[in-house]
């Protein structure tokens, strides 16, 4: 048991930083994100016994959050997902400028189908084919989402309006 | 690769190092200045994503939960085990109880036998035979009725057994007298056997009730008390399923029939 616990903590200690970076990415709200990513590994503790592979630990606890956000999302927490609310937290952890701000907008705008492989390749560093398998797509879809994630990113910051062929 | 394919897989992963895309970029006037803009964009998003710090002490609160869910479980599982014990304990204590009440149960059918045979005392001094027509009267009063014969009789009544009436006989046995109770509703599930300081004898179940037999002490009754069953076609009113003969004793009551004919 002693030496679960001692995996576990060092699991948390590796990984609690970047999910809680994907849960900002994901609700834009730093005490919504802090108890995503503690539940998420209260749920994480429960099922222990399928933590001890480091590598699928990592994917799996993207999973669950992912999955508790889209909870708290049915449960229709508003502040949990509003990005225009600047967060009470230092400037040093949280970044207030206009730019900073307008990404954060444009992000937020963007189809949570096109976000979420966005926000795992970017901060969870996940390959396509392991982005694929969080979300239960297959790599192609995946690619293509994407692609599409960035060009409307591109275009909601350029202010153009999205066409295709000009790319 | 043409700038529409280069665009499209440079989108997908802008900070990508591969060969291909990296030989279009060097290549392609149009292309290079997209990718290099498109490649500070995403460095600028990333920094923004990236660069977010975590509130202090966030891991340790976290591992701290952990810590309580984890004795949380264990309180959990101690209350388990506590339920499980209990119901254990109060299982246990319940077939005791069920064990015991059976006991108690029989014990007490069986000193009450006692009891009615020294209440009536007198009827065992009774010394002739009643004739077969007031020990069928007796047993038809219950809707029973002889199928066979069963020796003389000194006395045939119908009695107050211990829950309701029943037939009280006397027949005379090797050692003296033998009192014998058909009791119905009286439901046992073995035979069990009657002791005291002056008799002896036993109670025998029967698909309807029991039958108690008992003499004086000495008296040899084994047997007597399943013939008598098989010999008394009980009412079906009053059997759990079983026509004739009464007791479910087919083989005595063949052995009866066989005995009679030869």
Same mark, same amino acid.
């Given at each position: 048991?002693?030496?679960?616990?001692?995996?576990?903590?060092?699991?948390?200690?590796?990984?609690?930083?970047?999910?809680?970076?994907?849960?900002?990415?994901?609700?834009?709200?730093?005490?919504? #994100?802090?108890?995503?990513?503690?539940?998420?590994?209260?749920?994480?503790?429960?099922?222990?016994?399928?933590?001890?592979?480091?590598?699928?630990?990592?994917?799996?606890?993207?999973?669950?959050?992912?999955?508790?956000?889209?909870?708290?999302?049915?449960?229709?927490?508003?502040?949990?997902?509003?990005?225009?609310?600047?967060?009470?937290?230092?400037?040093?952890?949280?970044?207030?400028?206009?730019?900073?701000?307008?990404?954060?907008?444009?992000? #937020?705008?963007?189809?949570?189908?096109?976000?979420?492989?966005?926000?795992?390749?970017?901060?969870?560093?996940?390959?396509?084919?392991?982005?694929?398998?969080?979300?239960?797509?297959?790599?192609?879809?995946?690619?293509?989402?994407?692609?599409? #994630?960035?060009?409307?990113?591109?275009?909601?910051?350029?202010?153009?309006?999205?066409?295709?062929?000009?790319? | 690769?043409?700038?529409?394919?280069?665009?499209?897989?440079?989108?997908?992963?802008?900070?990508?190092?591969?060969?291909?895309?990296?030989?279009?970029?060097?290549?392609?006037?149009?292309?290079?200045?997209?990718?290099?803009?498109?490649?500070?964009?995403?460095?600028?998003?990333?920094?923004?994503?990236?660069?977010?710090?975590?509130?202090?002490?966030?891991?340790?609160?976290?591992?701290?939960?952990?810590?309580?869910?984890?004795?949380?479980?264990?309180?959990?599982?101690? !209350?388990?085990?506590?339920?499980?014990?209990?119901?254990?304990?109060?299982?246990?204590?319940?077939?005791?109880?069920?064990?015991?009440?059976?006991?108690?149960?029989?014990?007490?059918?069986?000193?009450?036998?006692?009891?009615?045979?020294?209440?009536?005392?007198?009827?065992?001094?009774?010394?002739?035979?009643?004739?077969?027509?007031?020990?069928? !009267?007796?047993?038809?009063?219950?809707?029973?009725?002889?199928?066979?014969?069963?020796?003389?009789?000194?006395?045939?009544?119908?009695?107050?057994?211990?829950?309701?009436?029943?037939?009280?006989?006397?027949?005379?046995?090797?050692?003296?007298?033998?009192?014998?109770?058909?009791?119905?509703?009286?439901?046992?599930?073995?035979?069990?056997?009657?002791?005291?300081?002056?008799?002896?004898?036993?109670?025998?179940?029967?698909?309807?009730?029991?039958?108690?037999?008992?003499?004086?002490?000495?008296?040899?009754?084994?047997?007597?008390?399943?013939?008598?069953?098989?010999?008394?076609? !009980?009412?079906?009113?009053?059997?759990?399923?079983?026509?004739?003969?009464?007791?479910?004793?087919?083989?005595?009551?063949?052995?009866?029939?066989?005995?009679?004919?030869?």
């Amino acid at each position: 048991m002693a030496n679960i616990r001692s995996e576990f903590d060092t699991l948390v200690h590796a990984l609690a930083p970047e999910l809680f970076r994907y849960a900002m990415g994901l609700c834009h709200n730093p005490h919504t #994100a802090e108890d995503l990513v503690q539940e998420t590994f209260l749920r994480g503790w429960r099922s222990r016994t399928d933590l001890r592979d480091g590598k699928a630990a990592k994917a799996w606890l993207y999973t669950i959050l992912r999955n508790e956000h889209a909870r708290l999302y049915e449960r229709q927490r508003p502040e949990a997902c509003d990005p225009t609310v600047l967060p009470d937290i230092p400037d040093r952890g949280y970044d207030t400028s206009a730019e900073a701000f307008v990404l954060r907008r444009a992000l #937020a705008k963007l189809q949570a189908d096109y976000r979420d492989p966005l926000l795992l390749q970017v901060i969870g560093g996940f390959s396509c084919r392991e982005i694929g398998d969080i979300l239960e797509l297959n790599t192609n879809t995946v690619l293509t989402r994407l692609f599409r #994630a960035r060009k409307a990113l591109r275009d909601l910051l350029t202010g153009d309006l999205p066409q295709e062929a000009s790319l | 690769m043409n700038c529409l394919e280069f665009r499209r897989r440079l989108l997908t992963d802008p900070l990508s190092g591969d060969e291909d895309l990296l030989a279009h970029e060097a290549t392609c006037a149009a292309c290079a200045p997209f990718a290099q803009d498109l490649r500070a964009r995403e460095i600028r998003m990333r920094s923004l994503l990236q660069n977010v710090v975590p509130p202090p002490g966030l891991a340790e609160r976290v591992s701290l939960a952990a810590r309580f869910e984890q004795r949380a479980e264990r309180r959990r599982q101690w !209350w388990y085990s506590a339920a499980a014990a209990v119901l254990l304990t109060v299982g246990v204590s319940m077939v005791s109880l069920f064990s015991t009440s059976i006991e108690r149960t029989n014990v007490a059918l069986a000193q009450s036998v006692i009891n009615h045979i020294e209440d009536e005392a007198s009827h065992l001094r009774a010394a002739h035979p009643v004739p077969t027509a007031r020990v069928n !009267w007796v047993f038809k009063r219950f809707g029973a009725e002889l199928a066979a014969d069963i020796g003389p009789v000194h006395f045939a009544a119908e009695c107050l057994m211990r829950k309701r009436n029943g037939v009280h006989l006397v027949m005379p046995g090797k050692m003296g007298p033998v009192t014998v109770f058909f009791m119905p509703g009286e439901m046992t599930d073995t035979a069990m056997p009657i002791t005291s300081a002056r008799f002896n004898g036993q109670i025998v179940p029967t698909d309807w009730g029991s039958i108690a037999v008992v003499g004086e002490a000495g008296e040899t009754v084994d047997g007597l008390g399943e013939r008598l069953a098989a010999a008394v076609r !009980w009412p079906a009113s009053t059997q759990a399923g079983v026509s004739v003969p009464v007791g479910g004793n087919l083989l005595a009551a063949s052995r009866l029939t066989q005995q009679k004919n030869g």
